[in-house]
């Protein structure tokens, strides 16, 4: 091997280390509850003082509060900001927001999961695009979880979402 191709392997090797190196980073962060992960330009960690027995001072900030668990029922109020419930329709009509529609299906069929979610979606609703409905679905039960507008229980990787 000539020098250039060995320099050549190890600036490969240096980026593929550095990679491993900021997902490790991420990792420890989202396990510590932090805010944000270290960015490239942010030292992970530094001594606070010098000497064996000094502080380590994480690069990231504060741990954020968890995500809200409750549902909005009956309340006005989420994290200091003014919330309006959803207003849970008589009837399914194919022409409500997905907002809508979710609340209805829940409230009506008890706790579901996503998938079950989009399969009665797409059962009132044949006609539509099925890769459409599946997206809508899933970011809309998503955001209404992170809205505290439904509850959301985990059971292996998927979420069971109940009024």
Do not use: W
């Not at 550095?18 to 509850?33: C, H, V, W």
């Not at 504060?62 to 200091?80: D, H, I």
């Amino acid at each position: 091997m000539d020098k250039t191709s060995v320099v050549h392997f190890l600036r490969i090797q240096e980026v593929q280390l550095e990679n491993q190196l900021k997902a490790l980073r991420q990792t420890i962060s989202l396990i510590e509850g932090a805010d944000q992960a270290p960015t490239v330009n942010m030292p992970y960690s530094t001594p606070k003082a010098a000497g064996d027995n000094a502080e380590v001072v994480t690069g990231a900030s504060e741990p954020k509060p968890a995500k809200p668990k409750n549902s909005l029922v009956g309340k006005k109020e989420m994290n200091g900001r003014k919330v309006r419930p959803v207003k849970l329709p008589k009837a399914y009509d194919p022409k409500l927001s997905y907002t809508r529609k979710l609340a209805y299906l829940i409230s009506e069929n008890g706790p579901q999961t996503s998938q079950e979610l989009i399969k009665r979606v797409q059962a009132l609703e044949p006609n539509e695009d099925k890769d459409k409905i599946a997206r809508s679905v899933t970011i809309t039960a998503s955001a209404m979880y992170r809205k505290g507008l439904v509850q959301a229980e985990r059971r292996g990787r998927a979420y069971v979402y109940s009024v």
